[in-house]
Every structure is written in structure tokens, then in C-alpha cells.
């Protein structure tokens, strides 16, 4: 089992940069892939990065590619996102994923809470 508890959103203004991060428990975490995606109102969830478990393979949506990075501390047990020129269609809820490497939601068994990104035009 792992447990996945994301932190670091809040509110920017358009062009700026933002940090989230999630926190793993849970003695597999090390084997799992991880991957962030996001939830904009009334829109279906959407893949943005994903990780994997040995940190040396990442990919990206298109529309945050060069612009966001995702990275991974498998001895803190935690997975980031360095947002940079954050665009006011970056708002969304964040989820935090552990699972199967992939881009689709199905592969990823576990889940963290979310946290809300805001960006003002």
C-alpha cells in the first residue's frame, strides 16, 4: 500500500513558478513510477508528467513540455513538479500518482488527495 499527500500549490500570477511536491509512504515506492496530473473544472483529469522508478526516464504532455519538470528523491520518498511560465490554463487540482509507468490514469493504482494551482492572468 502507499499513501500519497501533495503539498506546495497555491495561488501565482501568469509567468511565474511554482513548486509542488508529494510525499510517499509505503515500502514499494522505490519501484513505482510516478506521475502528476491535473483536474481543471468541468474537464476530464489530464496526464502532465510522469517519472520512473529509477528516475531516469520522464515525459510530458505536450502542453507543458519545456516549461514544467518532473522529478523524484526515492531515498525522501518524494516526487516533484517544477512549474516555470505558469499560464492561467495551468489552473487546475494536481494529483500525485503512483503506479505503472504511463500517461493514462488507469495505469496509476494510487492516488494523493490534490492540490490547487491557481494562475492569474
Known amino acids: 500500500q502507499v499513501q500519497l499527500v501533495e503539498s506546495g500549490g497555491g495561488l501565482v500570477q501568469a509567468g511565474g513558478s511554482l513548486r509542488v511536491s508529494c510525499a510517499a509512504s509505503g515500502r514499494t515506492f522505490s519501484l513505482l513510477a510516478m506521475a502528476w496530473f491535473r483536474q481543471a473544472p468541468g474537464k476530464e483529469r489530464e496526464f502532465v508528467a510522469a517519472i520512473s522508478w529509477s528516475g531516469g526516464t520522464t515525459s510530458y504532455a505536450n502542453s507543458v513540455k519545456g516549461r514544467f519538470t518532473i522529478s523524484r528523491d526515492s531515498a525522501k520518498a518524494t516526487v516533484s513538479l517544477q512549474m516555470n511560465s505558469l499560464k492561467p490554463e495551468d489552473t487546475a487540482v494536481y494529483y500525485c500518482?503512483?503506479?505503472?509507468?504511463?500517461?493514462?490514469?488507469?495505469?496509476?493504482?494510487?492516488w494523493g488527495q490534490g492540490t490547487q494551482v491557481t494562475v492569474s492572468s
Open positions: 500518482a503512483a503506479g505503472l509507468v504511463g500517461s493514462r490514469s488507469y495505469e496509476y493504482d494510487y
